[in-house]
C-alpha cells in the first residue's frame, strides 16, 4: 500500500522528515522521492524501509550529490512488498518507467542484433535480425554484443553448415539454384537439392554452434565421416572433412576458449567523474564480443554500489529480457549480491551465481573486462570531444575571457622529508601533454617544508618563462590549500607576472573526491563546484596526475638513492661488491633485513666487510 508524506518541515523545505520516519514501516519495499512540482527525482529499493530513507536525512556524512536531492525532496511514497526480492523487481520497473535523474541510467537499446532460425518444417533459414518478437515462431539465439559478431557467426554457419539465409518469399519462387550454391554458401534446398533429413542434420549442427557445442559436433561429424567413407560415399565424406577442418580453423581462432561455459563479465573504473562499464558475454567457451557503457549517475557511490544499479537495470530495465547466463563475473563485491543473484535465478528458472573470486579461465575473462573497462574509460577521458567539453565548462566557471590552451598543475611530494620533488604536468586542448611535463628535485629545503619547496619549484620554472625561456600557460594550478597558493602569489608577484590566473585545488575537509575546494589567489574566494561538473572532473584529472606524476618521481628517485647511495658510501664496497650484494639479496629491502652471517655468504664480502654494512644500513 503505498504511503506519501506532503508535511512541511526542516530537513528538507517542504518536507517534514522526523515526523515521515516516525510512521514509516520497517519491512521491505520500494521509495520514491519527489520534488514540489511532483516530478520523480529517485527510486529506490530496502530491505527495511525505515533504515534505508532515514540514512538520506542525517546531520552529517552525506555526499554532496545526496545532499543536492535531499534538498529538492517535497514528498516521498513507499511501497510494501513481500521481499526484498519483489522490491528490486519493482525497483527496476519503475526506474524503467519513471526514468528518474538521480537514478542509474541506461540507454534502452530494443534493437539488440539476434541470430534467427525460422519455423519452416522442413528448410529453417538462418538469418540477422534486430530486435525479438513472438511473432512467426522460431528460435531466437542472442542477443548479441554486435551485428558484427552475428554477421561474423553468420558466415561460418554459411560456410560450414551451408545453410539458407535467403527470406521465404524468395525461397518459395526460386525454379533454380542462386548465386549462394554456385559459391558453396548454401546447398540449394529451394529446388530439392538436399533432403529435408540432411538439411535439418546440417540445422541441429549449427544450433549446437551457436551454443558452444564445437567439440560435441566435430564428434559427430566425425561419425558420420566414417559411416560415409564405410559406405564408399566419398564426396560426401570429403564434405564432413572440409566441415571438420572449418570447424578447427574457428576454433583456433576464439580469443578465449577454454573451461567452456556462459558468463556475463563486467568490469567497473572510473575516474575523472566518469564511470565505464564493460560487459563481455560468454557463451560456451566463447568471447562473442563486449559493450561499453558510460552510465549517468548523480549520487557518491562505491563501486560495488555502482555495479548494483547497472545490472539491475541491465537484466530487468530494458524491454527486450536479456538472456541470463549461469554466472555473472565481477571484480568486486555488489551490494545486495545474495538477493540480486536470487532475482536472476527466479527469472532464467535455474541457479544464477554473481562471482568475484574465480580462477583459471574465468579469472582471465575478468583481468580482460578489467583492461578493457580502465582502457576504455581513459580513450573516453581523453577524447577530444570530452576534453573540449571539459574546457567550455572551466572557461565559463572561472569566467575567463578565452578557453585555456595550456594549463599547468604543480604538486610536492615527499616521504618524511626524503628526496622531495616538485612536479609540473601540463594540458591543452587534447589532453594531458606528457611530452612537456618535468620533475624537479629540491634542494635546501628543511625537510617537509613544503611552502619552501613550492617557492622552489615556480620560482624556476617561471623565472625561465620571464627570461623568454619557456612557454607560457594560460592558468596554473596549485595542488594545496591557501598556504601554498599564497606562495604562488608572492613568486608571481616578485617576478612580475600577473596576467596568468592562478587557482589552489584543496581536498576539503573530508578530503574525498567531489568535495574539492577551489581557491582564486586574485580575489581569496573559496567556492565548491557540483560534483558532476565537467569543469571539476577536468580540474581533478589534472590534479590527479600531477599527484601520480610527483609519487611515482618521488619513488623512483628514492629507490634509485636507497639501491645506490646507502651502499656508495660504505668503504671496500666498490662496484661489482655493490651489485653482488643486490643481486643476491634481490634488493636493499632484503638487505636490510639480513644478518651479518647471511651477507658473508655473498662472494667478497668478509666478517668485518659485512659488519661495516650492517652497521650503515642501520644507522649504528
Not at 639480513?594 to 655468504?601: C, F, H, Q
Amino acid at each position: 500500500m503505498p504511503t506519501r508524506s506532503d508535511s512541511t518541515g526542516e530537513s528538507s523545505e517542504g518536507f517534514d522528515s522526523k515526523h515521515f520516519l516516525k510512521q514509516l514501516t520497517e519491512r521491505p519495499g520500494v521509495y520514491r522521492m519527489y520534488d514540489d512540482g511532483g516530478s520523480v527525482l529517485y527510486v529506490g529499493k530496502a530491505g527495511n524501509l525505515k533504515k534505508r530513507v532515514s540514512s538520506y536525512f542525517r546531520k552529517t556524512g552525506l555526499a554532496p550529490k545526496t545532499e543536492a536531492l535531499v534538498a529538492k525532496i517535497a514528498s516521498i511514497e513507499v511501497t510494501i512488498t513481500g521481499s526484498e526480492t519483489e522490491a528490486l523487481l519493482l525497483e527496476q520497473n519503475l526506474i524503467k518507467s519513471l526514468r528518474p535523474p538521480y537514478n542509474i541510467l541506461l540507454r534502452d537499446d530494443k534493437s539488440y542484433p539476434y541470430i534467427y532460425v525460422s519455423a519452416h518444417s522442413d528448410y529453417p533459414s538462418l538469418t540477422f535480425r534486430r530486435g525479438r518478437t513472438k511473432k512467426g515462431g522460431g528460435t531466437w539465439y542472442g542477443p548479441f554484443p554486435s551485428s558484427g559478431a552475428v554477421k561474423e557467426s553468420l558466415n561460418v554457419l554459411q560456410k560450414v553448415f551451408r545453410i539458407r539465409s535467403c527470406s521465404e518469399s524468395y525461397f518459395q519462387n526460386r525454379s533454380r539454384p542462386c548465386l549462394q550454391y554456385q559459391i558453396n554458401r548454401c546447398t540449394a534446398p529451394c529446388v530439392g537439392y538436399i533432403s529435408p533429413e540432411d538439411y535439418l542434420q546440417d540445422i541441429r549442427h549449427a544450433t549446437m554452434f551457436l551454443e558452444g557445442k564445437n567439440p560435441a559436433i566435430i564428434r559427430d561429424l566425425m561419425d558420420a565421416m566414417e559411416k560415409a567413407a564405410k559406405n564408399l560415399e566419398f564426396e560426401k565424406a570429403a564434405a564432413y572433412r572440409d566441415q571438420i577442418n572449418h570447424l578447427r580453423h574457428v576454433q583456433e581462432q576464439q580469443s578465449v576458449d577454454g573451461e567452456g561455459g556462459d558468463a556475463d563479465v563486467v568490469a567497473i573504473a572510473q575516474d575523472a567523474g566518469v564511470v565505464c562499464i564493460v560487459v563481455i558475454i560468454v557463451r560456451g567457451g566463447r568471447v562473442l564480443g563486449t559493450k561499453d557503457y558510460f552510465p549517468r549517475y548523480s549520487l557518491e557511490q562505491s563501486e560495488g554500489e555502482l555495479l548494483s544499479a547497472f545490472l539491475g537495470q541491465y537484466y530487468f530495465g530494458g524491454n527486450t529480457r536479456r538472456e541470463i547466463p549461469k554466472d555473472v563475473l565481477v571484480p568486486v563485491d555488489v551490494d545486495g549480491q545474495e538477493l540480486l543473484a536470487q532475482a536472476l535465478s527466479d527469472a532464467a528458472n535455474r541457479e544464477t551465481r554473481i562471482r568475484g573470486n574465480v580462477r583459471g579461465e574465468r579469472r582471465r575473462w575478468l583481468e580482460l573486462a578489467m583492461t578493457n573497462a580502465r582502457q576504455t574509460l581513459l580513450t573516453h577521458i581523453a577524447s577530444k570531444e570530452t576534453v573540449y567539453r571539459r574546457l567550455l565548462a572551466l572557461r565559463d566557471m572561472l569566467e575567463l575571457a578565452e578557453t585555456p590552451s595550456r594549463m599547468e598543475c604543480f604538486d610536492i611530494s615527499h616521504s618524511h622529508g626524503e628526496n622531495t620533488v616538485a612536479s609540473c604536468v601540463v594540458f591543452d586542448e587534447n589532453g594531458p601533454l606528457k611530452s612537456d611535463y618535468r620533475l624537479y628535485n629540491i634542494e635546501g629545503v628543511k625537510a617537509g617544508d613544503d611552502y619552501d619547496a613550492m617557492r622552489q619549484v615556480l620560482t624556476r620554472r617561471y623565472r625561465r618563462m620571464v627570461a623568454g625561456e619557456g612557454k607560457r600557460p594560460d592558468l596554473v594550478f596549485i595542488d594545496g590549500g591557501k598556504g601554498q597558493l599564497n606562495i604562488a602569489r608572492e613568486v608571481f608577484d616578485e617576478l612580475g607576472v600577473s596576467d596568468i590566473p592562478l587557482i589552489g585545488v584543496a581536498k576539503g575537509v573530508t578530503r574525498r573526491a567531489g568535495m574539492e575546494q577551489l581557491i582564486d589567489a586574485m580575489t581569496g574566494d573559496v567556492f565548491r563546484v557540483p560534483a558532476d561538473s565537467p569543469a571539476l572532473h577536468l580540474i581533478q584529472h589534472i590534479r590527479d596526475e600531477s599527484h601520480r606524476f610527483a609519487i611515482s618521481g618521488h619513488r623512483a628517485g628514492r629507490d634509485k638513492k636507497r639501491r645506490q647511495s646507502t651502499l656508495e658510501g660504505i668503504e671496500g664496497i666498490g662496484p661489482k661488491r655493490r651489485r653482488e650484494l643486490i643481486r643476491y639479496f634481490g634488493g636493499i629491502q632484503e638487505l636490510r633485513k639480513a644478518s651479518v652471517d647471511e651477507m658473508t655468504k655473498v662472494q667478497g664480502i668478509s666478517k668485518s666487510l659485512a659488519e661495516n654494512i650492517y652497521a650503515a644500513l642501520h644507522d649504528e
